[in-house]
């Protein structure tokens, strides 16, 4: 929004008649500008974001995701990401991936589950502590987004009300 000042002088410098006083409006239409697009740009916000590895699906059966067939025979590894995002001082981690005694149960052995870390660990090498985490966000309320999640007791946890 152009503030009511701005407009005014504008008005004058278009209409005026004299070169000498088309100069002295130029010059505070100027300063005018450049004092409204300092108030106007802030400082970015002090944000940091780290993909997690919280587990992996190893050699995949693709042809559970397709509901057409899509993939008959193909085997993928497939990554399972958290995320730790940082605001200021507030920590919120997203998704809590596998908990290790999934992946280590006859159940996780048999879905060939994989877990090189866990959240806990990774935070460690970054200099931030499990009681650090305020706020946890679950995408949904599955076993594979959830794993790891009691691991931050002062978290804060946020998901959708059908989950």
Known sequence: MIPREFCRLLTAFITASRPRWRLVIAALLTLLAVAGVTQVMAAPPDVEMWRLDCGEFRNFDMEALSDVFAYPGKKKNLTN???????????????????????????????????????????????????????IGLSHWHWDHTGQAADFPNGRLLMGKSD
């Not at 280590?104 to 806990?120: D, F, H, P, V």
């Open 81 to 135: 990401s958290c995320y730790l995002i940082r605001h200021e001082k507030q920590f919120m981690l997203w998704d809590a991936g596998f908990s290790l005694s999934t992946v280590t149960s006859e159940y996780g052995k048999s879905r060939r589950l994989g877990m090189n870390q866990t959240i806990a660990s990774q935070l460690q090498t970054i200099n931030v502590k499990p009681e650090q985490i305020s706020i």
